[in-house]
């Protein structure tokens, strides 16, 4: 017989020895089909009721992962449908109502193709599934946020700020209560603008150590988080004068004035900044100051920018030097806007008035250029006698001019007048 003879008849051999294979399994499962045992292992148990074991205030201890072994006996054809994945082991929850240590009894479900009737558990290990229950909390905890980045130069982070404020985490007891804070860690380079985002966080304990405890339960597993990135300005802070008393104003050699603070520091975008090169404080008449003055003076402020700072006020040192002081006497009291129907006669017939000035100015004052002015506009007094403060002014003379503050008493009855 030539090769290609006995390669045909070698084929023809496996092909028979397949198709006797095939009978005689089906004859043993199908005619013979005795009776076997078989071992199934690493069977998952799954734990039901577990909503109502928290409804009573309780909950697993530890996360709960258990699974049985079985021996079973059984017709081969039955037991051949069993597999480790198509047996369900059922464990119920729902009768413990206190913590501790309980032992459940469990139930075994075979495939939907086998009934019980055809099977007997000979073993099964464990036989009870032992689970440890304790007591259930729930707890809010503050969220808090740490910046370890880096902001631009120019700019500053403000204070981080969290919707929803607080999380809620459960769990056993114990463990909730070593929880202090939850932490949300923000980590950028030179920012320029400010965070605003959802993200994750960790549970910080009472020794400040991260908590990696997979039984918590946290609600929610994201905080939206907002940190401010704005640009900080340091801005001068200035007064205005009202020339009087010899002094012309800012740019007079005789007048030295200091701001304390002198500046401030405000935060902002940029848009709202670019409005503050300076801050003035107000004004301050140079008249009132004898010698040494000092103002106290609010810092405004919009509502678009922050005082960085915190400085919410200005203290400005006024000083006058170098000018000379003469007293003068004068009867020149004049009472204007003298309400209709009324008449005011001056009770004080004359005043001594401080003037100050150059020496060579205050040579050419003479008492007839001072001038006391009483303004009745806009005021409502009663009638007879009053008080009030009288507006000083010196004519016909630079260099020169009236300090101090000066009141007029006179008398207010009805006639004719206004």
């Not at 597999?83 to 009768?95: C, E, F, Q, W």
């Not at 020339?243 to 007079?252: K, S």
């Not at 810092?299 to 919410?312: A, H, M, R």
């Not at 000018?323 to 005011?344: M, Q």
Request: hydrophobic share 40%.
């Amino acid at each position: 017989m030539d090769k290609s003879g006995k390669t045909a008849n070698k084929a023809l051999y496996i092909v028979l020895s397949i198709v006797v294979a095939c009978a005689l399994w089906l004859y043993v499962r199908n005619v013979d089909n005795p009776d076997r045992k078989i071992s199934i292992s690493n069977i998952p148990v799954t734990f039901t009721g577990e909503d109502v074991l928290n409804s009573n205030g309780l909950m697993l201890s530890r996360e709960a992962k258990a699974s049985i072994s079985l021996e079973v006996q059984g017709k081969w054809s039955v037991l051949s449908h069993l597999r480790r994945d198509n047996i369900t082991v059922t464990a119920d929850l729902s009768r413990i109502v206190a913590e501790g240590s309980h032992n459940l009894a469990y139930d075994i479900s075979w495939p939907g193709t086998v009934s019980n009737s055809n099977l007997s558990v000979l073993d099964r290990d464990p036989f009870y599934i032992q689970v440890e229950v304790s007591r259930c909390t729930t707890k809010a905890v503050d969220i808090r946020g740490v910046f370890t980045g880096s902001v631009a130069k120019g700019y500053q982070a403000g204070e981080f700020s969290f919707q929803p404020a607080a999380i809620e985490i459960s769990g056993e007891e114990a463990a909730v209560g070593r929880v202090a804070f939850a932490q949300v860690t923000v980590n950028r380079k030179e920012l320029s603008e400010s965070v605003r985002e959802d993200m994750s966080y960790v549970l910080i304990g009472q020794d400040g150590e991260v908590i990696e405890d997979k039984s918590l339960t946290v609600t929610p597993a994201t905080v939206n988080v907002s940190l401010p990135v704005v640009m900080v300005k340091e801005v001068p802070l200035t007064v205005d004068f009202t020339p009087g008393g010899g002094v012309i104003g800012e740019e007079d050699k005789h007048l030295e004035c200091e701001i304390e603070p002198s500046s401030i520091v405000l935060s902002g975008s940029e848009d709202d900044l670019a409005a503050y090169t300076a801050i003035n404080l107000g004004a301050i008449e140079l008249s009132k100051v004898v010698g040494t003055g000092t103002f106290t003076f609010p810092i405004p402020l919009g509502q678009d920018v922050e005082n960085v700072s915190g400085v919410e006020e200005a203290t400005v040192k006024v000083t006058v030097r170098g000018l000379e002081t003469i007293t003068l006497e004068t009867s020149n009291i004049e009472i204007v806007n003298v309400p209709k129907g009324y008449t005011a006669t001056p009770v004080t017939q004359s005043i001594k008035v401080q003037v100050r000035g150059t020496e060579e100015a205050l040579e050419r004052v003479l008492p007839q250029y001072i001038q006391v002015v009483v303004d009745l506009k806009d005021l409502s007094l009663p009638k007879g006698q009053n008080i009030q403060t009288a507006k000083v002014n010196l004519n016909g003379v630079t260099y020169a001019g009236v300090i101090g503050e000066y009141k007029v008493s006179f008398l207010l009855t009805e006639g004719s007048g206004g």
